[in-house]
């Protein structure tokens, strides 16, 4: 039997062609973090840090081993650098935000380092997840020191490439990479983003990366 298309029949099967050609072009979305899988991805690092804080010789050197081996490789640094740069991020050439990716790394491994000695003999436990809109979980953890009052640490996870990556830790609610964000605004808006290099350059404690 002889299939006759009508007018309408084939504007409707175009429609559909194209609608199907559009919808294959659209990249797919990362899928959303699942608070359980947020909550396993920080148990695995807590599991690998307390062992770290319960030695009793809790060192600078020690604790920037195990950053640079655990911590470093795990963190969102294009989230992170798009954060605290803002709309200058899209003012600078790709090779300046490779640059800035680079130093800010150790930035933040400095500020980690700073965190992590003070907490000698600290056991840490998950309290509970909050999933974020469209996407991004935070995990709070209470980290118990002796003889010292509890601290709740917040770390903020989000993936990229079907992997999750940390983006921000903050403890008993405050955020270093917020108030650096707020910091840095200033500074780039005054002087612009070569000086910003050179200021954070000029501030970094432990070995500098080739790009400063």
Not at 1 to 9: D, F, K, N, Q
């Amino acid at each position: 039997m002889a299939i006759r298309w009508s007018l309408r029949g084939t504007t409707i099967l175009r429609r559909v062609v194209v609608a199907a050609a559009a919808f294959s072009c659209v990249p797919l979305l990362s899928a959303p973090v699942q608070a359980s899988e947020a909550e396993a991805y920080v148990r695995q690092i807590a599991e690998k840090l307390e062992p770290l804080l319960q030695n009793g010789h809790l060192t600078p050197q020690s604790v920037d081993a195990f950053l640079q081996s655990n911590i470093v490789g795990e963190l969102d640094m294009n989230r992170i650098a798009k954060y605290v740069l803002r709309n200058h991020w899209s003012e600078i050439s790709g090779e300046d935000q490779k640059k800035f990716m680079s130093i800010f790394r150790y930035f933040i491994v400095e500020n980690f380092k700073r965190q992590l000695v003070k907490y000698s003999n600290a056991e840490i436990r998950i309290i509970r997840s909050v999933e974020h809109e469209p996407e991004g979980v935070s995990v709070i953890t209470r980290v118990r020191v002796p003889s010292k009052s509890p601290l709740n640490m917040n770390w903020r996870l989000f993936r990229d490439n079907d992997r999750l990556k940390i983006f921000d830790v903050s403890v008993q609610g405050i955020s270093k990479l917020s108030a650096t964000r707020s910091e840095y605004k200033s500074v780039l808006d005054e002087h612009g983003f070569q000086y910003l290099l050179k200021q954070i350059c000029a501030k970094l404690e432990g070995p500098h990366p080739a790009s400063c």
